[in-house]
Structure formats: structure tokens, C-alpha cells
């Protein structure tokens, strides 16, 4: 059974930072392409980050500089460091884990708001 739970959402000032976490469990985790998505209201969920089993990152144009993807695998964790936060980063961000094989799994979400 997978399950992500992500954590470390809040409410923050414009330049602010947080971190988020996603914790895995129930499937091998060093084997999935781990990544966060995002989707505001009244718009599509968007891909923010991603990161391979062998480490290799990708990002949104919007988030390159500012934010970061790492993982722990002694953890089972992902996390999303968020730099200089613009209140156009509010959303639910969503942990994703992928597997060719077995496809897609999704978290539940947690809220950032960036506002003045």
C-alpha cells in the first residue's frame, strides 16, 4: 500500500521561506521518480519539481533559482525547499512518487500562502 503524506505548509510573507516534507511508505522508495506538483484555484495542476532514484533534478521555469528537491533515503522522504516565495506560489503542493511499471501515486496536499 503507498502512501506520501506531506507536511510543512503554512502561511508566509513574500520573500519567506518553507520547507516541505513528503514522507513514503508501503513501496520501495529508492526506486520511484519522486516529484511536486501544484495547483492553485481554477487553474491545472502543474509540475513543480522532480527527482530521479540517480538524482537528477528537474524544474518549472517559474520556481529554477528559487526552489530545491532532495531526497533522503534513509528517511523515505522528499522535500521541497522554497526560497523567496511570491504570492503567485500559493497552492496545494502534492507529493508524487512514479514507477514505470506501477504508475502514479499521490499525497493529499498541503497549503502554502504566500501573502502580505
Known amino acids: 500500500q503507498v502512501q506520501l503524506v506531506e507536511s510543512g505548509g503554512g502561511l508566509v510573507q513574500p520573500g519567506g521561506s518553507l520547507r516541505l516534507s513528503c514522507a513514503a511508505s508501503?513501496?520501495?522508495?529508492?526506486?520511484?521518480?519522486m516529484s511536486w506538483y501544484r495547483q492553485a484555484p481554477g487553474k491545472e495542476r502543474e509540475l513543480v519539481a522532480s527527482?530521479?532514484?540517480?538524482?537528477?533534478?528537474n524544474y518549472a521555469d517559474s520556481v529554477k533559482g528559487r526552489f530545491t528537491i532532495s531526497r533522503d533515503s534513509a528517511k523515505n522522504t522528499v522535500y521541497l525547499q522554497m526560497n523567496s516565495l511570491k504570492p503567485e506560489d500559493t497552492s496545494v503542493y502534492y507529493c508524487?512518487?512514479?514507477?514505470?511499471?506501477?504508475?502514479?501515486?499521490w499525497g493529499q496536499g498541503t497549503q502554502v500562502t504566500v501573502s502580505s
Open positions: 508524487n512518487a512514479y514507477h514505470v511499471r506501477l504508475g502514479n501515486s
Open positions: 527527482i530521479t532514484n540517480g538524482g537528477s533534478t
Open positions: 508501503g513501496f520501495t522508495f529508492s526506486t520511484y521518480r
